[in-house]
């Protein structure tokens, strides 16, 4: 999905997203074909047999037209037909740069943006796939989500219409002799509009985000699907035309997962997802998450063993923010070097240029390139370390190269001694003296029971402008620093919808600055939000962003959260458990909460639940190889 990304906190009518597209689409000439020579280091690289280096975002060299600045939901293909030596990447709508207008002014929309390259990093623009929309297609829809396959000795162009002349969003394709066209459309849908699986049944699901697979038994499968109305996977037919709706599965939650696509490798399905808002400039909390089967259709289940359509959805962190510029990478697509060698494509923001023009305007979303390491059975980006933001081994592109990249040794901020005068088990009558309200809570709401402190959820918030929340606070110590709770949250174990009902910890400036792990219900979902809220901000930019975690679990769960310092500024990482041993890391936002930040609590978000904490527990900081 494409700029109408609801974080947890939006609220999107159910099919309510045409009056947005005006910001994302609209009417325009296609560009004429560019044809450049490539850089010169390229060919030296070709010629001498060595695929050189690269540093993120990726190049795309327009000639006269400049720059290709943004590229979201990239896809890369590799020329099938004899005597191609080149990859080619097809980027979703957008125009090419800040400059790129009508001569009123306007944006130039590109419908699907091709690019050609021998050495998978530099890279020349070669046009649009389409110069106008397709009859059935509404005339000022998005066309979106490119996915290229090489089926029967042709190119497939699979699309996201994100309407249609008969009303609600679709797949489209398009083939080609060549990767570069001319395209010539199906002249229909290959996935129809149609209803959500569950919920209002005269709203229409959102039909986007195509992936197109092979199975071992040369079975066709396409996936698609986004946040309303989850993830699907339904038969491919053959000739690569049509679908069969009777065959359709829903494999990954509704309110949780877009951008899908699925990799095969030793005998699994790995199910690669994207997660949270793709658009919401230095705060974009976008990230990929995975889970596998050992057939097509699923049930794709995360390494923890939890099903990706749960309630308490499933899904292992992949890739995310890792506190260098790049925020909010996702909607990736993985494919193999010539070596052999796994890498994953994925757009991500500059937190430093996060627009095309104007603050709050177009998000500027780029593509980068970052090879993936597996670990027992489990993808992971550069040994755990994520998106890159210095010289890299480049791809080995070509036949006979062998890149020059090995996996990196990752040190990972682990607790180290317990600080007991920061800690506190909650085993007596009344909170130590160390704790202080924020904004106290009525007496029966809050109070120590058994070993625990029971918090019931307020129906009250901390976010934006809403800071009516009561936030139980006590001090940090100095320098870095790991906190520990242990919660739990008598959320329904299914249904919707508790919004926003959440609890868990703060690491609390004020009311405006801040970080925040919780446990939350988001419509029929339960999930792990870890967000940021800042300000004052210049105009125009936000002030809150989110991203999520690992899955969250109806009994306990354990959260973490690291303070770190790296180059001025403060980093907040975040992780989880579903025993308290084995955790899985998540995100890091940056901040600035200075020494005068406090650890905090919360229970919030709307009424009738209650969370209850066993510990708070707070560590020094030690980094170490994990094993």
């Known amino acids: 999905m494409k700029g109408i990304v609801p974080t947890l906190r939006r609220r999107l009518p159910a099919g309510g997203f045409a009056a947005l597209l005006t910001v994302l689409v609209g009417c325009q000439q296609a560009p004429p074909t560019v044809n450049l020579s490539g850089a010169s280091t390229e060919a030296q690289n070709v010629r001498e047999g060595r695929p050189g280096t690269y540093r993120n975002k990726l190049t795309i060299n327009a000639g006269p037209l400049g720059t290709v ?46 690019a050609k390259s021998t050495d998978l990093v530099n890279w020349t623009y070669v046009g649009d796939a389409f110069s106008q929309r397709p009859s059935w297609v509404w005339p000022d829809a998005g066309m979106w989500a490119p996915e290229v396959a090489y089926l029967n000795g042709k190119y497939f162009l699979y699309y996201t219409a994100s309407d249609t002349v008969r009303g609600g969003s679709a797949i489209g394709v398009a083939t080609s002799d060549s990767p570069t ?26 039909v986007f985000d195509a992936d197109v697979i092979q199975d071992t038994s040369g079975q066709n499968w396409i996936y698609y699907g986004s946040y309303f109305g989850g993830v699907a996977v339904r038969k491919l037919s053959a000739d690569g035309l049509r679908s069969d709706p009777a065959t359709q599965k829903e494999i990954a939650s509704a309110n949780r997962y ?31 998450f995975v889970g596998r089967s050992r057939s097509p259709d699923g049930p794709f289940l995360d390494r923890d063993g939890v099903d990706l359509s749960a309630t308490y959805v499933g899904g292992t962190p992949m890739l995310s923010m890792n506190g260098n510029r790049w925020v909010g990478p996702g909607h990736n697509a993985v494919f193999t070097d010539a070596s052999g060698q796994d890498w994953t494509v994925y757009h991500a923001i500059d937190r430093f240029d996060p627009y095309l023009a104007q603050p709050g305007g177009l998000n500027k979303r780029p593509a ?25 081994p480049a791809p080995a592109a070509q036949p006979g190269q062998r890149s020059a990249y090995r996996t990196p040794k990752e040190k990972v901020a682990q607790p180290g001694k317990l600080l007991a005068a920061f800690s506190d088990e909650f085993n007596g009558t009344t909170l130590d003296g160390a704790w202080t309200w924020i904004r106290p809570p009525a007496p029966s709401a809050a109070s120590l029971e058994g070993g625990v402190l029971r918090f019931d959820t307020q129906n009250a918030d901390l976010f934006g402008d809403i800071n009516n929340a009561s936030v139980l606070t006590r001090p940090v110590p100095q320098g870095d620093y790991l906190v520990e709770v242990k919660l739990s949250v008598n959320l329904p174990g299914s249904g919707c919808c508790f919004n926003f009902r959440q609890a868990g910890l703060v690491i609390y400036g004020n009311d405006d600055n801040f970080v925040k792990l919780t446990q939350a219900s988001i419509w029929d979902t339960r999930q792990i939000e870890f967000a940021k809220e800042q300000g004052p901000v210049a105009p125009g930019f936000p002030r809150y962003g989110n991203t999520v975690l690992s899955a969250a679990a109806p009994d306990a769960i354990w959260l973490r959260i690291a303070r770190t310092t790296e180059n001025g500024e403060e980093l907040y990482t975040a992780s989880t458990s579903r025993n308290g041993t084995t955790w899985t890391r998540g995100s890091t936002w940056t901040h600035q909460l200075d020494a005068n930040a406090r650890i905090g609590l919360v229970s919030m978000g709307g009424p009738d639940f209650t969370a209850r904490f066993d510990y708070v527990r707070v560590y020094n900081v030690k980094e170490k190889f994990p094993k």
């Open 69 to 114: 600045d943004t590229c979201a939901d990239p896809d890369i293909v590799r020329g099938q037909q004899p005597g191609d030596r080149q990859w080619y990447l097809y980027c979703t709508t957008d125009p090419l740069n800040a400059g790129d207008r009508d001569a009123n002014g306007n944006f130039n929309f590109r419908l699907i943006t091709m």
């Open 181 to 206: 066209g001319p395209w010539v459309d199906s002249g229909g849908p290959v996935v129809e509009p149609q209803r959500p699986p569950v919920g209002d049944p005269n709203a229409r699901r959102w």
């Open 258 to 288: 877009e951008g899908s696509n699925v990799f095969q490798k030793d005998g699994w399905y790995y199910l690669f997802a994207s997660a949270t808002d793709c658009c919401r400039g230095p705060l974009t909390g976008y990230s990929v």
């Open 368 to 392: 980068l390139l970052d090879p993936i390491d597996w670990e027992s059975g489990w993808p992971t980006v550069r040994g755990g370390l994520g998106a890159s933001d210095e010289v890299m």
